[in-house]
């Protein structure tokens, strides 16, 4: 397995992070590459927003807990 990601494989753990968490190793290697690349931590920033906004919705616009009005 090589150590540096390339910014694909970067890309892809920053998604997979957010639905779940990375091992630890994943991590790392994702932090040295964020270190390295300004792309990568831009995209990076963009989702921890994302997700951020996501959490901010009001609960009645997620699918999961639907609460119809009486
Ligand atoms: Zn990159």
């Given at each position: 397995m090589r150590f540096l990601l390339s910014c694909k494989q970067a890309h892809q753990m920053v998604s997979e992070g957010m639905d779940r968490r990375l091992p630890f190793s994943a991590r790392t290697r994702l932090q040295l590459h964020l270190s390295m690349c300004k792309a990568c931590t831009n995209f990076n920033q963009q989702m921890q927003s994302l997700r951020q906004a996501m959490r901010e919705l009001?609960?009645?616009?997620?699918?999961?807990q639907r609460q119809d009005p009486p």
């Open positions: 009001p609960r009645h616009l997620g699918s999961d």
